[in-house]
């Protein structure tokens, strides 16, 4: 079976009550994880991104705390593990300063994590990619926070050099 177009539920949707609608949402959040934590995002903390930033950063945090540093290969697959996470969380915001924010913050992680990541190439170039995002996304922010992301961003690519 072929699923519907975004226009044809959206358009579908505007015909069902508001009972009808809830235990769709409802439904959904039990299939799947990724739906739970968008419901989450957006009944908790849409109204106040700061806050959700803070539970994001402390995720990654979380993540690089436990890495098992014994080898490069289980440090590279953990970090990989980290980045889609913290991509998947940017995606239920949608908004290009928590993308930018939580980026710099991989990196800033990323840095700081003991054996540093600069032996490996794999690594060194996740870290690379990271950077070329953050410079992007910033583009389309405002002038101020351009200028106070750029300087973090300077002080990334200074350990990269």
Do not use: W
Not at 17 to 33: G, H, I, Q
Not at 145 to 158: A, G, I, M, T
């Amino acid at each position: 079976m072929k699923p519907a177009s975004i226009a044809q539920l959206k358009e579908e949707l505007r015909y069902r009550t508001k009972e009808e609608l809830l235990e769709y949402c409802l439904r959904m959040a039990r299939f799947k994880k990724e739906n739970k934590e968008l419901f989450t995002y957006l009944l908790f903390y849409k109204g106040d991104e700061q806050e959700y930033i803070e539970k994001v950063k402390a995720e990654i945090q979380r993540g690089f705390s436990e890495i098992n540093t014994t080898r490069y290969y289980f440090i590279k697959k953990t970090v990989r593990r980290i980045l889609k996470e913290t991509k998947k969380f940017i995606r239920y915001s949608g908004q290009k300063e928590t993308e930018v924010e939580l980026l710099i913050y991989f990196c800033q992680e990323l840095q700081k994590m003991k054996p540093s990541f600069k032996k490996d190439k794999v690594l060194k170039n996740t870290f690379s990619r990271q950077l070329i995002q953050i410079q992007k996304r910033m583009e389309g922010l405002h002038e101020d926070l351009q200028y106070d992301y750029r300087r973090e961003l300077e002080d990334l690519r200074k350990d990269v050099r």
